[in-house]
T-cell receptor, first 109, second 115 residues
């Protein structure tokens, strides 16, 4: 069992829909990252958070440390949001990043 | 543009070839990383360099040989690879290794196919 689990693995939605991607982890963490990977392969860091909530444009990330759970929300989704979204946690102690397998999001016009 | 540049973007090599992947960062960071991403698997950390010193080798086979001549450049030398080594190889950098406050910046990746 991976230390970082994401759901769903694949998500297809219509343009304009509200999107939620979930991440659960089983270890103590110092920070959680949400990353976006486009088909070309490059990865962009969207958020780094250790508590509460962060917002950037149409993207919102929340984390509940007690429940070891984070969510990434996209409001008014657009086809250009189509990508793989990856959750990664930085564990206490060794400070390594452990990655989830990603959620493939497809937004249909 | 993340400030981390990888070349080549695509590489096809035979099992007896020797090739190298290059990574350059223009962010003034002191830590650089090599990750491997295989289909349907999470990113796997391969190597970490912190202030030009290798601080992490995640049990990577010796057919992969990293080199970090300075804090801005990182190479991955490839020799006698196997077809199962075909994957996306991603370089990343951060201010310093670890640290809960460090954002990590990734390159576009190098798609490697071993034939």
């Amino acid at each position: 069992k991976n230390e970082v689990e994401q759901s769903p693995q694949n998500l297809t939605a219509q343009e304009g829909e509200f999107i939620t991607i979930n991440c659960s982890y089983s270890v103590g963490i110092s920070a959680l990252h949400w990353l976006q990977q486009h088909p070309g392969g490059g990865i962009v860091s969207l958020f780094m958070l250790s508590s509460g909530k962060k917002k950037h444009g149409r993207l919102i990330a929340t984390i509940n440390i007690q429940e070891k759970h984070s969510s990434l929300h996209i409001t008014a989704s657009h086809p250009r949001d189509s990508a793989v979204y990856i959750c990664a946690v930085r564990t206490f102690g060794n400070e390594k990043l452990t990655f989830g397998t990603g959620t493939r999001l497809t937004i249909i016009p | 543009e993340t400030g981390v540049t990888q070349t080549p973007r695509h590489l096809v090599m035979g099992m007896t070839n020797k090739k190298s992947l290059k990574c350059e960062q223009h962010l003034g960071h002191n830590a650089m990383y090599w990750y491997k991403q295989s289909a349907k698997k999470p990113l796997e950390l391969m190597f970490v360099y912190n202030f030009k010193e290798q601080t992490e080798n995640n049990s990577v086979p010796s057919r992969f040989s990293p080199e970090c001549p300075n804090s801005s450049h990182l190479f991955l030398h490839l020799h006698t690879l196997q077809p199962e080594d075909s994957a996306l190889y991603l370089c990343a950098s951060s201010q310093a290794q670890g640290g809960s406050g460090n954002t990590i910046y990734f390159g576009e990746g190098s798609w490697l196919t071993v034939v």
